[in-house]
C-alpha cells in the first residue's frame, strides 16, 4: 500500500480509503446495502490488514446507524494508526437547526458524531455540501473553533463547485482560519467533468483528493453490460446516483476495461481504480462493498500498475465531450503542465 501526504498537511493516508455507505442500510441506503455488525468488523480488518488507514463515513450515513455501528467495531483499533473521517450537511431530524452548516448545525453534529463513533477526535472532518443559506464566514469559523478545541484535526469539503471552493480558501486566509486539506469529489473515467475546475484547483491550491464512488457506483466493474444490471446490484434496485449522461459512452469505457483487465488477467474495477490512484491530484479512492469479494478485488487495485498504453487507450476512450470549454484543452495538454505545477503533485505523479 502507498502513502501520500493530503494535501498541503502533512498527514499521511492510504492510496484506498474504506467507504461505509453500505454500513447500516436504513432509509433509502437499504438499496445500497445493509452490512451489519459483524461483517462489518470482517470488512474493517481485512482494510487494515491490506494497510488502509483511512475510514470514510457520514453522519446521514443510514441517519447515524453507520457511525454507531463503526463505534462499535474499531475500539481499540484506534489506537494503531487508523485514521476516521465523517461528515455533516444534510438534515438529521426534524427541527429547523438540525441541518446546514451554521456554528449550530456543525458543533452539535460534530459532538452527535464523536458521540456514536466513540472517540475523542475525528481525523478529517467535511462539510458533505455547499450551504447556500449560511454565511461562509460563520461555517469557516465553526470548523476552525473546532479544530482548536481538539475534536477535530484537520477539515475538508465534499461536492463543492469550483467556486465554493475558492471563496472557503480565500475567507481562511482573510480571517486566518484552519484551511481545507482536501476536497472529496465525483471522479472516474465515466464523468471526467472534475477535470474543469475542481483537479487544477487541487493542483495550484495543494488540496488532496478523495474520490467517492470511484466505480461510478459498481458501473465500472464489468459486472454491468448494455442492456442489462445483474440481480442483486444497486441499480437493478433502482438507485441511480452518480447519474449517466451518456449511455452509450459508458458502455464503450466498460468495454475497455473489460479488454485490459483480461490481458492483465486482473478484473475491470481494478483497472477503472489503478486508472484514478495515477490521476494527477488525486490522494487516495473510497471503495465500498457489500461483500468480502467485492473488497478484496478492490483492495488489489493498490498494487496494479498500468503501463502508458493502457493510459492512454482508457483516457481516448473517455475524452470528455466538446462541450468542455477551451481552456480545459488547455490545461490538460502534456505540454502545457509546467514544473510549478508537477512539483505540487508530489512523488506520485
Not at 433509502?28 to 468488523?41: L, N
Not at 441517519?63 to 438529521?92: D, P
Not at 472517540?119 to 479544530?147: C, F, K, R, S
Amino acid at each position: 500500500m502507498e502513502y501520500r501526504l493530503l494535501g498541503r498537511s502533512g498527514l499521511k493516508i492510504s492510496t484506498v480509503t474504506m467507504g461505509t455507505m453500505t454500513i447500516g442500510g436504513g432509509g433509502k441506503f437499504a438499496q445500497v446495502g445493509s452490512v451489519g455488525v459483524e461483517e462489518a468488523r470482517r470488512y474493517v480488518d481485512l482494510c487494515l490488514d491490506a494497510g488502509v488507514n483511512l475510514i470514510d463515513t457520514a453522519d446521514i450515513y443510514s441517519t447515524g446507524a453507520c457511525e454507531e455501528i463503526l463505534g462499535e467495531v474499531l475500539g481499540g483499533k484506534r489506537k494503531n494508526g487508523v485514521l476516521l473521517a465523517t461528515k455533516a450537511r444534510f438534515s438529521m431530524g426534524p427541527g429547523p437547526n438540525d441541518g446546514g452548516l451554521s456554528r449550530q448545525h456543525l458543533i452539535s453534529a460534530c459532538e452527535a458524531s464523536l458521540k456514536r463513533l466513540k472517540t475523542d477526535v475525528i481525523d478529517l472532518y467535511q462539510v458533505h455540501e455547499w450551504d447556500g443559506q449560511t454565511p461562509l464566514e460563520e461555517t469557516m469559523e465553526a470548523l476552525d473553533t473546532l479544530v482548536r478545541q481538539g475534536k477535530v484535526r484537520y477539515i475538508g469539503c465534499s461536492n463543492y463547485s469550483g467556486w465554493h471552493i475558492m471563496k472557503a480558501l480565500g475567507i481562511s486566509a482573510l480571517e486566518n482560519r484552519q484551511r481545507f486539506v482536501s476536497q472529496q469529489i465525483h471522479y472516474t473515467l465515466e464523468a471526467r467533468e472534475a477535470e474543469y475546475e475542481l483537479v487544477p484547483i487541487s493542483i495550484d491550491q495543494g488540496l488532496g483528493i478523495l474520490v467517492w464512488s470511484p466505480l461510478a457506483g459498481g458501473l465500472l466493474s464489468g459486472k454491468h453490460r448494455r442492456g442489462q444490471s445483474p440481480e442483486g446490484t444497486r441499480q437493478f434496485a433502482g438507485w441511480n446516483e452518480p447519474p449517466i449522461r451518456d449511455e452509450e459512452r459508458l458502455w464503450k469505457i466498460v468495454d475497455m476495461l473489460v479488454a485490459i483487465a483480461a490481458e492483465r488477467n486482473v478484473s475491470p474495477a481494478q483497472v477503472a481504480l489503478a486508472w484514478l490512484i495515477g490521476r494527477k491530484a488525486v490522494t487516495s479512492v473510497i471503495i465500498g462493498g457489500r461483500t468480502e469479494a467485492q473488497f478484496r478485488d478492490n483492495l488489489a487495485a493498490a498494487s496494479l500498475k498500468l503501463t502508458d498504453e493502457e493510459r492512454e487507450l482508457l483516457d481516448a476512450v473517455s475524452l470528455p465531450p466538446v462541450i468542455y470549454p477551451y481552456w480545459h484543452q488547455l490545461w490538460t495538454a502534456k505540454d502545457r503542465l509546467g514544473a510549478a505545477d508537477l512539483s505540487l503533485l508530489g512523488p506520485h505523479v
